[in-house]
């Protein structure tokens, strides 16, 4: 079996693999280039851990082949903080202490990234909905949507 | 398995007629990679068409809109003109999974999918869509509603595929909805799926109308009945009596662990009314 030859830019720097026809962009993340932040929950597109966005797009990492991203922009949580400098979506799950376990944090952070760039004041309910696919099974997702909510309200004054 | 990105749709053509083993065609791939993950389906080609021109885009034609097979939920709901044009059939696609499936899934897939639940099949039905398939012997449109046969199972032949999906032309005072019943608020599996579109008169009385009924039969239901129900009437109580009744009669439903047949049928009716009744008021305004 040949391998397929990818060309992308991850985070902001020209990224090239190579995976098998098969593999799952998240596999490739993971398994290829140390990208360990997107977490495999379910594999099946439920859970919303491994979330990235693909040119622009939030997507389940685990629901595209790696071969898919030939061409394509690429974000992960590692791009999130700058250097030491935590996003303020980062620093306000710290705050409200908004995760436990910390399994489902990569993809909601991501997720959370990218509601707010497409609205950056979203309802509560908003932005529940728009966070229904990511799972969360320790902290019954009050803490997290406080810390989403927080932060939105920072983005907005510092802008 | 090989994978291929074709640039035309001759070549992806060629390449699904000259299969060997089995073929499949990824757009979303939020149907395929759960299938391939679970091993239901192990395909030796996965001919991946977003490269295909056209295939990503929303264009108008005719005065009706065509939706290219690779475009996804979150493009459709981000186009204002298509959502003003034909909201029950954007409204139906955008409750199809999460935020990240919404990312990905398209219309065409939802179809070929072929399952009897999915959302956007009942709103396309409605709607009179108009689904454009390529194949060896060229290409020929046909109605949404005769591209499931069967759970998981198309019409289509080999080397077909279906190119673009066409919401056709309406006139004023038209409007389309659709509903469905699941236990909760977000991220389920249609317990039961109400597509409906109708168009008015001047006087404010039905002169069209089309009723697609999801999740209790084997494939979707395109009630003639319904439809009937409200044609000719101003859409009042005693109408939307009458197609309540007409969509339960048409029901055919399992028992399952979402819901009986006994729940399913009388539903059906309930979100009918529902879905007519903002119908009607769409097509008002």
Known sequence: ?159 | MIYEVPETVDSAVALLSGATGSARILAGGTDLLVQMKSGVVEPDLVVDIKRIDGMKSITQEDGGWRIGAAVSGAEMGEHEALCGAWPGVVEAMELIGSTQVQGRATLAGNLCNASPAADSVPAMVAAGALVRVAGPDGVRDIPAEDIPVSPGKTSLAKGEFVTSVFLPARPAKSGDAYLRFIPRTEMDIAVVGVGVSLTLDEAGTCTAARVGLGAVAATVLLVEDAAAALIGTKVDDAALDKLAAAASAACKPIDDKRGTIAFRTHVAGVLAKRAAKIALTRAQS
């Open chain 1, 1 to 159: 079996m040949s391998q397929i030859h990818v060309t992308t830019k991850i985070n902001g720097d020209t990224t090239e693999y190579l995976c098998d026809p098969e593999e799952t962009l998240l596999d490739v993340l993971r398994d290829r280039l140390g990208l360990t932040g997107a977490k495999e929950g379910c594999g099946t597109g439920d859970c919303g851990a491994c979330s990235v966005t693909v040119d622009g797009r939030l997507v389940c990492s685990c629901l595209m082949l790696g071969a898919e991203a030939d061409g394509s922009e690429i974000t992960t949580i590692e791009g999130m903080a700058e250097g030491e400098k935590l996003h303020p979506l980062q620093q306000k799950f710290l705050e409200h202490a908004a995760l436990q376990c910390g399994i489902c944090t990569p993809g909601i952070l991501v997720a959370a990234k990218s509601l707010l760039e497409k609205n950056p004041s979203p309802t509560e309910e908003e932005a529940r909905y728009w966070l229904a696919g990511n799972l969360c099974r320790c902290t019954g997702y009050d803490k997290i949507i406080r810390a989403v909510m927080d932060a939105a309200e920072e983005m907005r004054r510092a802008s």
